[in-house]
Each structure stands twice: as C-alpha cells, then as structure tokens.
C-alpha cells in the first residue's frame, strides 16, 4: 500500500516509516526537517503540518496516512502551551480534513496513554482533543482510524527528550541521574522497535476503529531502572529524586475515568528490557567516545588500549 507518515523524521516515526518499508509498503515521509536515516526505497517531503495546502497535496494518492507529528515531550508541552494546541491539535485537523478530502482508507494517530491519566498537562489535553475530533471525524464522515497510544518508549535514535537516553547520558557526563518523582513511580517500557512492529500489525482489518495501547510486558519502577542503568555502566552514580507538584508524570497508573477505553497490543517476541536499555548505553557511550571502537564487547582506542569509560 502507499503509506504516508508524517512526523517520520522522529524517534519512533523513523522506525515506523522502516517496518513499513520492511513490510513492502511504499512509505513516503513528510516531516519539517530531513530525516537522517531516510531509506533510499523511501520518499521524503519537506513541509509543515500547518501549511494545509502541502499537506492536501500530500496525502493525496495514499492509501493510509500515520500522525506522528507534532510535539511529542511533556516538559516542551508545558512550557510551549499555545504551540501545542497549533501543532498537536491544529495541525491534526488539518491530516484529519486531507485524508477526508483524499478519501484516505485509515488514519493512523500517535496518541499516549496519557489521555486516561490526570497528569501529562498541556501535552495530555492536545491527545484527549486530538482523539475525539478522530473519533468524531469517523462519526460524521466515515473516516477510518486506529488510535494508538504509547506508553514509555525508549530505544535508538532518541534523544535528550527520552528519558532512558536523558538517564544514561546524565550518568555519563554527571556521575549522577536524576528524576522528578519518586523512585517508586512504575512505568511500562516498550522497545521503540516492538511498537514499530505493532504499529504495522494495526494495519489489518480487525484493528480498525480500535484505540490500541502499545506499552511494555510487565510494570518496573523508575528507581529499578535507574539501579539496572547504574550496575550496567559499573561507576558510583549518584541517584537524585525531585518531589513536589510540580511534577506532569503519573506515579503508579495513567490511568482514570475518561477517554474510551483500548485494547493492550504487545508482540509475542519483544527486545529484553536489559538488553535494550545496554544498547542504548553503548550507543550514547560511542557518541561521547568517538575515538574508542568496540572489539568483541571492549572499547578500545586507535591504540588498542583499553578505553574509559568516563
């Protein structure tokens, strides 16, 4: 099928626009910067989501359109309350009204599970809104969807935005990592490659019109995490827990009385979150350390001297 993604220059985006690719999906990618790992079987539109003329002209031709623009970090969100609705919500309805127009067979949303929480601020109030002109847009003109909200993503190609990557490379740099929240906070982490996966798996018939929650396999503390990212990396870190009310994070569930309720996705085979998490160290590890090279699990530099990890 002709797929467009917009939003596929970022984190989770760009892994989507690949299994899509993978799939044997021809994917185009519409983002407001060039995607760095764009595929050479893989199309590329430079463009912004507020510009409705570009995006009509956009999704013309697809078969299925995937949302993953707009603002994504809650802390961005929070500070940036009036781009978020431009973006997030505006520019939603502008995706929403072009595949309406184009008469697109599915609309595919990058929503959060914080839609059932009463934390997550601005960020939570543009998905709630965003969902409901979906929901809506199905009710009055018959536009397909699958909503799917994500839980704690973490992975390659993230950034200072994730909060795994912004853990590893606080404890790099700092010898200390730090959360606002208590220790006991529980997350479900989710590989960005798992949920890559199961965001193509929606594409089949039975998960359409369905709000889908992609998170991970079993619930672990923020302050476990820490722990594990700690004895992994092998140095003293320090570990720093902020309180107060200031915090736009849930504590042990997202979840109260609210938005219709979804069905929990997970693949059967998943990236253990141990191995993934080491892989995010390696690859932060690698960036900082741009003169070691890894041999067969050692850094060492040009030298073949054993490398620091500090």
């Known amino acids: 099928m002709k797929i467009i993604v917009f939003g596929g220059s970022g984190f989770l985006g760009s892994h989507v626009c690949d299994k ?3 799939a044997g999906h021809e994917v185009t990618n519409f983002d407001i910067i060039q995607s760095p790992w764009l595929r050479s079987d893989q199309q590329e539109i430079v463009g912004d989501i507020l510009d409705i003329k ?3 002209s956009a999704v013309l031709g697809a078969e299925i359109v995937f949302n993953f623009a707009g603002i994504a970090d809650i802390g961005e969100a929070n500070g940036r309350p009036v781009d978020t609705v431009r973006f997030n919500i505006l520019g939603n309805a502008n995706i929403l009204e072009a595949c309406r127009l184009a008469e697109i067979k599915r609309y595919v949303f990058a929503s959060s599970v914080y839609v059932y929480s009463k934390s997550g601020g601005f960020y939570r109030c543009s998905k709630q809104a965003c969902e409901l002109y979906i929901e809506t847009y199905y009710e ?3 536009l397909e969807n ?3 909200r994500y839980g704690s993503l973490y992975g390659s190609r993230s950034d200072e935005h994730n909060a795994v990557y912004r853990f590893v490379l606080q404890a790099f740099q700092e010898n200390k990592m730090s959360y606002f929240g208590s220790p006991e906070a529980l997350r479900e982490y989710i590989h960005v490659e798992d949920a890559a996966l199961c965001s193509v798996e929606i594409l ?3 998960y359409a019109n369905q709000n889908i929650i ?5 619930p672990m503390k923020v302050g476990n995490v820490l722990k594990m990212i700690a004895e992994m990396i ?3 870190i320090e570990f720093e827990f902020e309180h107060g009310n200031r915090s736009a994070h849930y504590e042990i569930t997202p979840y109260s009385f609210g938005p219709r309720a979804g069905k929990k996705l997970a693949p059967l085979l998943h990236v253990d979150l141990g191995q993934g998490v080491l ?3 390696e690859e932060i590890h690698k960036k900082l350390h741009p003169e070691l090279h890894d041999l067969n699990g050692v850094f060492l530099n040009e030298k073949g001297k054993k490398g620091e990890s500090q």
């Not at 992609?214 to 079993?218: A, D, I, K, N, S």
């Open 54 to 56: 570009k995006v009509h």
């Open 20 to 22: 899509l690719s993978d």
């Open 234 to 236: 092998g140095e003293d």
């Open 146 to 148: 699958t909503i799917l």
């Open 140 to 142: 009055n003109y018959g």
């Open 279 to 281: 892989k995010v160290i």
């Open 204 to 206: 089949k018939p039975e």
């Open 214 to 218: 992609l998170t991970g396999h079993q």
